[in-house]
């Protein structure tokens, strides 16, 4: 399938990528250590979207190593959400009332810098088939959870035939309600939706939900807008989560183009985070007062319904918490 060979040959050398879009000289590069830990990594639909030359390019940023990630600061730390102390099982995280989230994959298909999970270990904690067992005989036990969220990593780099089976699994769960599926794929590479048979989202009782991640309007082209297309006729809602990114989106006339964009591609705003203090991401960093200066002004020019909700996430919070 052309979507997995794209994934093959995702850029993975910043050199590549320098190359690639005929960045300066100057350009300056992470530390190896960094890189190493975090690796680059980039489809070519999305690199595609990024202006040749134009360091300061928004989705670029997302993508590029850059030398500030080496800054060390007390507050950016590797676990900044309390996932770790989250796990109800193995690869299985319960934060909130009703509804859990599973880590099917570590894998994704681009490396975002500013990643909350950049330091999770995953290859401890991604769920192997015997802790998936667990998992779901978990969600079995507890009759108050009526969704279950499909995480990562990015659930739908897994193939059909996988999510298929899972799909099943867990509509044999009689107090489940909605799956939901927390993805980057059909934005950075609508490839994967497009040549797949998608019957595995709509084989079962669950009432299904997409949340998409996309920062920027020039995220949004018309192959994504036809990979939408084609996942909408599958009878899904199709909401939006973004990070208020500083240099990428931390402007109100950005955020309300990416509103007006989403909605002309039938998805709908959701989420926009604060950034998590994850070590190396401090420089995408926007302070909460301008953030909330950015919002007000946003409210003033959109619908309420295009507006999304402005929330951080704390340790041991009950919900996401409204900014
Ligand atoms: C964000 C998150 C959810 C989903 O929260 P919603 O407010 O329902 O979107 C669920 N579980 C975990 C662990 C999360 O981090
Ligand atoms: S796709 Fe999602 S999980 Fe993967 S690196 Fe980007 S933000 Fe993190």
């Known amino acids: 399938m052309a979507w997995q060979k794209q994934l093959r040959s995702a850029l993975t050398k910043p050199e590549q990528l320098i190359a690639r879009l005929g960045l300066g000289e100057h350009t300056l590069l992470s530390s190896n250590n960094t890189l190493d830990a975090f690796p680059l990594l980039a489809t070519e639909p999305f690199v595609s979207r990024i202006q040749p030359g134009n360091d300061a390019d928004p989705l ?23 996932d770790l102390d989250s796990q109800a099982r193995p690869g299985l995280l319960q934060k909130y009332h009703g509804r859990v989230l599973l880590i099917v994959t570590g894998a994704c298909p681009i490396h975002c810098r500013y990643c909350f999970r950049r330091h999770y270990p995953y290859a401890e904690n991604s769920i192997n088939p015997k802790q998936l067992d667990e998992a779901l005989r978990y969600i079995n036990n507890d009759k108050e959870i009526t969704e279950v969220i499909l995480s990562g990593g990015d659930p739908l780099i897994l193939n059909d035939k996988k999510l298929s089976e899972l799909v099943e699994q867990l509509h044999t769960i009689p107090h489940l309600k909605r799956i939901r599926f927390h993805t980057r794929t059909p934005i950075v590479l609508p490839d994967r939706i497009l ?17 998409l991640h996309c920062n920027h309007p020039n995220e949004l082209d018309e192959k994504v807008k036809t990979a939408i297309n084609k996942l909408a006729e599958h009878n899904m809602l199709l909401l939006n989560q973004s990070v208020l990114l500083r240099g990428v989106n931390d402007r109100a006339e950005i955020l309300i183009q990416l509103s007006e964009k989403l909605f002309e591609f039938n998805i709908q705003p959701y989420y926009l985070h604060m950034l998590d203090p994850v070590s190396g991401a401090k420089h995408f960093n926007v302070p909460q007062e301008q953030a909330i200066t950015i919002m007000d002004e946003v409210r003033t020019k959109l619908p309420g319904y295009l ?17």
């Open 60 to 82: 670029l940023k997302q993508i590029f190593p850059a030398i500030e990630e080496d800054v060390k600061s007390n507050e950016y730390i590797d676990d900044p959400v309390g």
């Open 195 to 211: 040549e797949s048979d998608l019957s595995w989202l709509t084989q079962s009782k669950l009432k299904t939900i997409m949340v």
């Open 307 to 323: 507006v999304p909700n402005l929330v951080r996430e704390c340790k041991g919070g009950l919900s996401k918490l409204p900014v």
